[in-house]
């Protein structure tokens, strides 16, 4: 078996692996400026692991010629690849930004073949089949089967429950593991003591007159954060794209933890649709909104942050990972960052707190137990290289494919 590192590899964003030159694993997007895009290839056909810009942004680019290749997913993860689709034709449409057009998007339908966990497909000649990765709602761990080799994608992965979605906790059988490092030098703190460090914050910030700005990703976090907040008694204000998924997921009980919280959090949020200054005038309110992008490169949170930027008596509370080179990443540690075209310092505080919904070092060490005598491929992280080194170091066969390697298994 063949693989080749498209993206991915020694990085978070544009995840892509190519198998034998005829099976895709992802091809998504790196939330940079410019958009960063996975090396060219041309597949028989195409499997997402889930739902994420990162992992799913480039998709649309796979469908522009005469031979447009199947795309299976879960249904989750075909409905958000195309909102996210027609999301970065809005801000990036007819421009070099943006390798696809509109018919491309009109065409994931027609490419979509939409799968359950657990139900083996054929793909490219390959047997392919689905587990729960615990990341997202629709999330995959993605199992290869040539009849030889047995190649276990893990796509993002989480080993803890959350609020959202449960825990990952099929180990199929696998040769190969290409596996995912984001947090692979972290160790995050118990989920309960997140949430109360998070309540505490958000009510201590409107007690003192100060408004919260919760910059989030649109699908999966936003919802985790809304069922945060109606389980600790905060009634937010929800804005962006994720209340569109919001509404998605209601539609798709079956894969979430708790359809009824889930439920619950929508009825306690309060939607904003950002008529006639809405935004500005809620911005004043000593309040919390939840809001989209999640790393300040886009969507309502280009109005908020600005707002609540020059008094420290508000709080911009970062709710996930912020990939080196973003505005968020950038605002987060110096203070100040490019935001909406202009150059933003920021006296409002800013905290970060970690609803991560990726296993930690911990939580990476325990599921690669299952495979110590696989080969393990390390990808998506800033540290890959350093973290094969410690696999190895454990006793595993490891190592971090560079960017546009193709490895042998």
């Known amino acids: 078996m063949k693989l080749d590192f498209l993206g991915g590899a020694g990085e978070v964003g544009r995840s892509a ?41 480039g998709v649309p680019a ?15 993860t075909h409905e958000f690849a195309a909102l996210l689709a027609r999301d970065t034709l809005k801000l ?11 018919p491309d998007v009109h065409r994931l339908g027609e490419a979509s073949v939409e799968h359950g966990y657990g139900e083996p497909f054929e793909a490219a000649g390959y047997e392919v089949t689905l587990y729960d990765a615990g990341h997202i709602p ?25 609020r959202l979605v449960p825990a990952s906790t099929a180990r199929p059988e696998a040769d190969v593991v290409i596996c995912e490092s984001t947090y692979s030098d972290v160790s995050h703190d118990p989920r309960a003591r997140v949430e109360e460090r998070f309540a505490e914050a958000v009510r201590e910030t409107v007690v003192r007159g100060g408004t919260v700005v919760v910059p989030a990703f649109a699908i999966g976090r936003t919802q985790e954060v809304l069922m945060v907040c109606d389980a600790h008694g905060l009634d937010p204000y929800v804005d962006g794209m994720g209340v569109e998924v919001l509404d998605t997921l209601v539609r798709h009980p079956d894969y979430v933890r708790d359809h009824d919280a889930l439920r619950g959090a929508r009825k306690n949020a309060r939607t904003v649709t950002g008529r006639d200054g809405q935004r500005k005038r809620i911005a004043a309110e000593n309040t919390v909104v939840v809001t989209t992008s999640g790393m300040l490169n886009g969507g309502p949170a280009m109005t908020y942050v600005p707002e609540v930027a020059g008094s420290p008596a508000n709080l911009v509370a970062f709710s996930g990972y912020q990939v080196a080179g973003t505005p968020g990443r950038e605002l987060l540690e110096t ?24 296993a930690d070092r911990e939580g990476l060490f325990s ?23 410690e696999l190895r170091a454990d006793g595993y066969d490891a190592s971090a494919p560079d960017l546009g390697a193709t490895v042998e298994v």
Request: net charge negative.
């Open 138 to 162: 629709g999330s995959a761990h993605v199992l290869v089967d040539d009849g030889d080799t047995r190649l276990l994608y893990t796509g993002d992965f989480h080993t803890d429950d959350q």
């Open 367 to 389: 599921f690669l137990s299952s495979y110590g005598d696989a080969t393990v491929l390390v990808n998506h992280g800033d540290r890959c290289g350093a973290f094969a080194d």
């Open 17 to 57: 692996v190519l198998v034998d030159d005829a099976l895709l694993l992802d091809y998504g997007a790196k939330p940079t400026e410019p958009p960063g895009w996975p090396l060219d290839c041309d597949p028989e056909a195409v499997v997402v692991s889930h739902g994420h810009l990162d992992h799913a942004g």
């Open 335 to 358: 203070g100040s960052a490019d935001i909406d075209g202009r150059r933003l310092r920021v006296a409002a505080r800013r905290d970060s707190f970690d609803f991560s919904a990726h």
């Open 92 to 102: 990036h449409g007819n421009t070099p930004r943006c390798p696809f057009a509109e």
């Open 62 to 76: 796979l469908l522009s010629g005469t031979d447009r290749p199947p795309v299976h997913w879960t249904p989750p």
